[in-house]
């Protein structure tokens, strides 16, 4: 009688043992990941992937334009390939006061765009091969399919909101880095 006693016992605080070991690795596994451990590459790639602009899917990149009130810092939606910049903002309903797009010229070349199914108005910064603003077309008009030219050669096109470049100054001269 007494070898039974202590089996149940020994069943019991087994059982218990068992039963606090599960609750510890299911808690495990619900909580967060730390830096360190063996399962974080995926929340480390998450943190250092590039970010994704929501709406249009592109790449947010870092831009600087140095104006003479100072260094304007924006974030970007990079428009690389020849689709991405034949869409560029079409469609567009809104857009970040420090937000944009830009078009890089790979080879540079002259360049001229139009507001054709753009619904915002854009203030359209040309940029020359030496980073240094060519000439603003501003507050370019929704939907009008008049280009809009480079004063030369071009790198690159930022778009911003229309008025945005009259509101820090950005004037010919001023240094765009992207």
Known sequence: MQKVGRMKTL???????????????????????????????????????????????????????????????????LAASPEEQEKGLMFRTAMGADEGMIFPMDPPR??????????????????????????????AVPYDPTPLFAAGTTAGVLELNGGRAAEIGIKPGDVVNW
């Open 11 to 77: 069943i019991r605080v087994n059982g218990l043992r068992i039963a606090g070991l599960a609750l510890a690795l299911g808690m495990a596994a619900c909580s967060p990941v730390s830096a360190g451990s063996a399962t974080a590459p995926a929340a480390a790639q998450s943190a250092a992937a590039p970010a994704v602009h929501p709406i249009s899917g592109l790449k947010v990149v870092p831009l600087t334009v140095a104006t003479a009130s100072g260094v304007h810092k924006f974030k970007v939606e």
């Open 110 to 139: 002259r360049a001229s765009f139009w507001m054709k199914n753009t619904v915002i108005s854009l203030d359209l910064v040309f940029v020359g091969v030496d980073h240094k603003v060519l000439n603003v077309a501003a507050n």
